[in-house]
């Protein structure tokens, strides 16, 4: 069974760029299709997709985040990074990263990290 974890720091300054990291243990982020997403909820707010790393290391990203985020991954530690750059308060939120099953759309969930809580704030 595949198990996912988020880690990073808890506090970021504004401006600053946010890091995250997701460890994946039980599956392969490189095989079998599947694509592995970052998602975010402010404070009192609904689900926030941000992008995506596919098995094959494409990368997908929202249209409103897209100028600020960047997806990595390392397949030697089997982990992929967000990384999301000039950051204001508005990005305070529980950071999670989550699997999407394969041929299903990258709003679709079959696994999910615990969640990560990220403050911005000077």
């Known amino acids: 069974q595949v198990q996912l974890q988020e880690s990073g720091p808890g506090l970021v300054k504004p401006s600053q760029t946010l890091s995250l990291t997701c460890t994946v243990s039980?599956?392969?982020?490189?095989?079998?299709?599947?694509?592995w997403s970052w998602i975010r909820q402010p404070p009192g707010k609904g689900l926030e997709w941000m992008g995506a790393?596919?098995?094959?290391?494409?990368?997908y990203y929202s249209p409103s985040l897209k100028s600020r985020t960047s997806i990595a991954r390392d397949t030697s530690k089997n982990q992929f990074t967000l990384h999301l750059s000039s950051v204001t308060p508005e990005d305070t939120a529980v950071y999670y990263c989550a699997r999407n099953p394969p041929g299903e759309p990258l709003g679709s969930y079959d696994s999910w990290g615990q969640g990560t809580q990220v403050t911005v704030s000077s």
């Open positions: 790393i596919a098995y094959s290391g494409s990368t």
């Open positions: 039980g599956g392969s982020i490189t095989t079998d299709y599947y694509y």
